[in-house]
T-cell receptor, first 113, second 114 residues
Framework: KAGVTQTPRYLIKTRGQQVTLSCSPI?????VSWYQQTPGQGLQFLFE???????NKGNFPGRFSGRQFSNSRSEMNVSTLELGDSALYLC????????????FGNGTRLTVT | GNSVTQMEGPVTLSEEAFLTINCTYT??????LFWYVQYPGEGLQLLLK?????DKGSNKGFEATYRKETTSFHLEKGSVQVSDSAVYFC?????????????FGEGTQLTVNP
């Protein structure tokens, strides 16, 4: 069974630009969530989508947005990039139910210059 | 709010040594608890989990017991190998309504020397 696939693996953008990251979940998983990982803040939850609807949202500014398609694939968008947005962005998918583990992709490394 | 606190790293051990990484949590209700491991250049992999008090999660020689009385979920392994070198994260899911929202600890870097 294929794992969670994130594209691209690496991205370099300039301050003020926008970026779109893509995530394909494990087949059959309907929940997709996004996390930001930085050395200073650690792992922080961005948002979760389930059946094309945002179900949970973390404490990030509105520049961070996402969506989910009918095939469960998800994209996240960051507009007006800032230097502090440089991070590893991790996508995770899961089945429903308490205790269902998250399966993470290898992430997209975003560098903002 | 919910929070997870892990012992400070980095931790350096010799091969075959005993490993303990402490994890304590703060949460209302009855959270589910997880240990994830991250190898260089990769995403997180689930190592083990426990969904209720006194549950013991185990995998690949690692164990952790959900202790509600001490709000802890310490990770242990009896004999570490060089291949166990990685960053370990303790995490909680506060409730079923949390969906996929996990709260992570800061991570503990483990290095095992031959």
């Amino acid at each position: 069974k294929a794992g969670v696939t994130q594209t691209p693996r690496y991205l370099i953008k300039t301050r003020g630009q926008q970026v779109t990251l893509s995530c394909s979940p494990i087949s059959g998983h309907r929940s997709v969530s996004w996390y930001q990982q930085t050395p200073g803040q650690g792992l922080q939850f961005l948002f979760e989508y389930f059946s094309e609807t945002q179900r949970n949202k973390g404490n990030f500014p509105g520049r961070f947005s996402g969506r989910q398609f009918s095939n469960s694939r998800s994209e996240m968008n960051v507009s007006t990039l800032e230097l502090g947005d440089s991070a590893l962005y991790l996508c995770a998918s899961s089945l429903e139910g308490i205790g269902s583990p998250l399966h993470f992709g290898n992430g997209t490394r975003l560098t903002v210059t | 709010g919910n929070s997870v606190t892990q012992m400070e790293g980095p931790v350096t051990l010799s091969e075959e040594a005993f490993l303990t990484i402490n994890c304590t949590y703060t949460a209302t209700g009855y959270p589910s608890l997880f240990w994830y491991v991250q190898y260089p250049g990769e995403g997180l992999q689930l190592l083990l989990k426990a969904t209720k008090a006194d549950d013991k999660g185990s995998n690949k020689g690692f164990e952790a017991t959900y202790r509600k009385e001490t709000t802890s979920f310490h990770l242990e392994k009896g004999s570490v190998q060089v291949s166990d070198s990685a960053v370990y994260f303790c995490a909680l899911r506060a409730s079923e309504t949390s969906g996929s929202r996990l709260t992570f600890g800061e991570g503990t870097q483990l290095t095992v020397n031959p």
